[in-house]
């Protein structure tokens, strides 16, 4: 049993994939602040219960709607 919030190794290469796959979806690049701050997001929302990686993608979008390329000049 894992504890709430606390990513085991397959946990934690999962929620890598989902963060790499949303943010080259959405045209963030690897050094971009856009990465970091949902990266910061991701963690937050598995912290507080959100393990489902479709659950945490739509949490992502809501979001991430003022850090996609397009909306930052």
Known sequence: MTLRGIADE????????ILDDYCEQAGIEGSHPAREHLARRLIALFSGG????DDIRMA?????KDWKPSAIQ
Request: no cysteine; hydrophobic share 35%.
């Open 10 to 17: 397959k946990q934690l290469a999962t929620l890598t994939r």
């Open 60 to 64: 992502l979008d809501s979001i991430s």
């Open 50 to 53: 959100i393990d489902s990686p």
